[in-house]
């Protein structure tokens, strides 16, 4: 998407959802210190409070084909160590996603909605494909693949999933929009194929399948047109509800105007969080959500014991003021202030 339409889309986005009121006398580190207050609780998004290191612009970065193949090769060994294996996490709720890269499906009463297809056809298969069938769910199944954003680790696998099981894919507008640009900020030889334009959902839009609607909120930053979520999982026929926060990462450099974004979006929804009564917070990267060492958990869980992923209305609503201070922080800093 060419530069002066994404600022639009962010300006047109801050215009219409008007930063909820930061204290202005608190400087970079101050909003730094309010973040990381819960960073025993998320540690995997301590990264954003970073203001000490300038933010990584993968914007600027080319990466040729050997390249990607010698990271590939190099990550490969190294995400074997620290796979996860196919798990139910709750009655309807299922992880068949990589070490580094999550794919979650929701299983309704007509049919399967699968999150994120990963970075390419092979890791679909392997994981996405054998992954459900391990855990005893039919890919024929797949009636929806919602695509958090337009980055390759998410979208990369759905040419498999789509040309085979033919589920109808959805995605924001503004992010089928920078896909059918000619050329992306950034690529990678790694990701599949781009999909093609099929459901373009706005702010609170609803997918419904069967007995489960998941609620479609507009969290612009990580990408302009980013996706996160909101649906009930349940715990042995109990009810929680559960946020999908979709797109966590600064990897654009300094810019000033999309990390405002980001912290309004992330202190939005929130509030809609919280309102809906969260107690379960996950996002698309199983080590900025905790899910890997949940995972873990859940597999030793005791009959009686604490679901780990249920975490609270009080401790979910942590997460969100983290994404929101640190990303201010980031804001103050490039600011100067």
């Given at each position: 998407?060419?530069?002066?339409i994404?600022?639009?889309?962010?300006?047109?986005?801050?215009?219409?959802h008007?930063?909820?009121?930061?204290?202005?006398?608190l400087?970079?580190?101050?909003?730094?210190?309010?973040?990381m207050?819960?960073?025993?609780?998320?540690?995997?998004?301590?990264?954003?409070?970073?203001i000490?290191?300038?933010l990584r612009?993968?914007?600027?970065?080319?990466?040729?084909?050997?390249e990607?193949?010698k990271?590939?090769?190099?990550?490969?060994?190294?995400?074997?160590?620290?796979?996860?294996?196919?798990?139910?996490?709750f009655d309807n709720?299922?992880?068949?996603?990589?070490?580094?890269?999550?794919s979650?499906v929701v299983?309704t009463?007509?049919?399967?909605i699968?999150?994120?297809?990963?970075?390419n056809?092979?890791q679909?298969?392997?994981?996405?494909?054998?992954?459900?069938?391990?855990?005893?769910?039919?890919?024929?199944?797949?009636?929806?693949?919602?695509?958090?954003?337009?980055?390759?680790?998410?979208?990369?696998?759905?040419?498999y999933?789509?040309?085979k099981?033919?589920?109808?894919?959805?995605?924001?507008?503004?992010?089928?929009?920078?896909?059918?640009?000619?050329?992306?900020d950034?690529e990678s030889?790694?990701?599949?194929?781009?999909?093609?334009r099929?459901?373009?959902?706005?702010?609170?839009?609803?997918?419904?399948?069967?007995d489960?609607?998941?609620g479609v909120?507009?969290?612009p930053?990580?990408?302009?047109?980013?996706i996160?979520?909101l649906?009930p999982?349940?715990?042995?026929?109990k009810?929680?509800?559960?946020?999908?926060?979709?797109?966590?990462?600064?990897?654009?450099?300094?810019?000033?105007?999309?990390?405002?974004?980001?912290?309004?979006?992330?202190?939005?929804f929130?509030?809609?969080a919280?309102?809906?009564g969260?107690?379960?917070?996950?996002?698309n990267?199983p080590?900025r959500?905790?899910?890997?060492?949940?995972i873990?958990?859940?597999?030793?869980?005791?009959?009686?014991?604490?679901?780990?992923?249920?975490?609270?209305?009080?401790q979910a609503?942590?997460?969100f003021?983290m994404?929101?201070?640190?990303?201010?922080?980031?804001?103050?800093?490039i600011?100067?202030?």
């Amino acid at each position: 998407m060419p530069k002066f339409i994404f600022s639009a889309v962010v300006l047109s986005f801050l215009a219409t959802h008007p930063a909820i009121a930061q204290n202005t006398q608190l400087t970079a580190q101050d909003y730094v210190e309010k973040g990381m207050q819960y960073a025993d609780e998320f540690p995997g998004l301590t990264s954003l409070c970073d203001i000490q290191n300038p933010l990584r612009d993968l914007t600027k970065r080319v990466r040729t084909n050997n390249e990607g193949k010698k990271r590939s090769k190099k990550l490969g060994s190294k995400r074997r160590s620290s796979t996860i294996e196919p798990t139910q996490v709750f009655d309807n709720l299922y992880y068949v996603g990589t070490g580094g890269v999550a794919s979650w499906v929701v299983k309704t009463s007509q049919g399967l909605i699968v999150i994120d297809a990963l970075n390419n056809n092979e890791q679909a298969k392997n994981y996405i494909e054998k992954g459900l069938l391990t855990l005893g769910l039919n890919p024929e199944d797949i009636k929806y693949l919602i695509i958090s954003h337009g980055h390759g680790d998410h979208y990369g696998g759905q040419e498999y999933l789509v040309n085979k099981y033919k589920p109808r894919v959805v995605m924001s507008e503004v992010e089928w929009r920078r896909l059918e640009q000619p050329k992306l900020d950034f690529e990678s030889p790694r990701w599949g194929k781009r999909p093609t334009r099929d459901i373009s959902t706005k702010e609170a839009d609803t997918i419904t399948l069967g007995d489960t609607s998941i609620g479609v909120h507009l969290t612009p930053g990580h990408t302009p047109g980013t996706i996160s979520l909101l649906f009930p999982v349940y715990d042995n026929g109990k009810k929680h509800m559960l946020s999908l926060w979709g797109g966590t990462g600064l990897n654009y450099g300094p810019d000033i105007e999309r990390i405002s974004a980001y912290s309004v979006a992330a202190k939005r929804f929130g509030n809609v969080a919280m309102q809906a009564g969260v107690d379960v917070f996950i996002s698309n990267h199983p080590k900025r959500d905790g899910s890997f060492e949940r995972i873990k958990q859940l597999k030793n869980r005791a009959p009686e014991a604490a679901h780990p992923f249920v975490i609270g209305q009080e401790q979910a609503s942590h997460g969100f003021s983290m994404l929101s201070d640190c990303t201010y922080a980031q804001v103050l800093k490039i600011k100067g202030e």
